[in-house]
T-cell receptor, first 113, second 114 residues
């Protein structure tokens, strides 16, 4: 089955700096890669996703890049703000065969004001 | 819309006790699922359902039962609680079982088994 590894497990940045979280996946058939943000005491919420036919996607201060050859994808947050502090999860999955997402272990991002 | 609701928020059980975690959604979603979240392990799929009357096992189904009698509700039953089931449980729903459809998560139930 799919295996998703996520690094780093914790990340501390100063407000205004950029943050990068990286994930690798093992199943070359995976074609969908979402990122979820989990704030304290809440359930995860989708913030951005990318499909395997796209190399990069941006939404304001958030971007995701995908390298299918190397089987890794990354989340980039620019101009970080204190409200970006949360746990971020990457995931990988495919719409054929067993339709399920495999999640990474999470990254706790702390933005210092 | 209330979205996905879960009850209770917190629960403490003794080993061997049984209980049901409730999950309901008001978005008319066909697909519902249960995950557990453990430190350093991300979210792992327990059971899922693609519609009323249809359920299937996920990655870690042992010790849990589910049923889906209505579109709205998807309860998770712990038959005989064990300390290894101490975790945070999330219910999620989506329009489709296709992974590219956004999953909406509930606020979670924190379960401690002593």
């Amino acid at each position: 089955g799919e295996n998703v590894e996520q690094h780093p497990s914790t990340l501390s940045v100063q407000e205004g700096d950029s943050a990068v979280i990286k994930c690798t996946y093992s199943d070359s058939a995976s074609n969908y890669f979402p990122w979820y943000k989990q704030e304290l005491g809440k359930g995860p919420q989708l913030i951005i996703d990318i499909r395997s036919n796209v190399g990069e996607k941006k939404d304001q201060r958030i971007a995701v890049t995908l390298n299918k050859t190397a089987k890794h994808f990354s989340l980039h947050i620019t101009e970080t703000q204190p409200e970006d502090s949360a746990v971020y999860f990457c995931a990988a999955g495919r719409d054929t065969g067993r339709r399920a997402l495999t999640f990474g272990s999470g990254t706790r991002l702390q933005v210092q004001p | 819309n209330a979205g996905v609701t879960q009850t209770p928020k917190f629960q403490v059980l003794k080993t061997g006790q049984s209980m049901t975690l409730q999950c309901a959604q008001d978005m008319n979603h066909e697909y519902m699922s249960w995950y557990r979240q453990d430190p350093g392990m991300g979210l792992r799929l327990i059971h899922y359902s693609v519609g009323a009357g249809i359920t299937d096992q996920g990655e870690v189904p042992n010790g849990y039962n589910v049923s889906r009698s209505t579109t709205e509700d998807f309860p998770l039953r712990l038959l005989s609680a064990a300390p290894s089931q101490t975790s945070v449980y999330f219910c999620a729903s989506s329009y489709s079982d296709r992974v590219s459809y956004e999953q909406y998560f509930g606020p979670g139930t924190r379960l401690t088994v002593t």
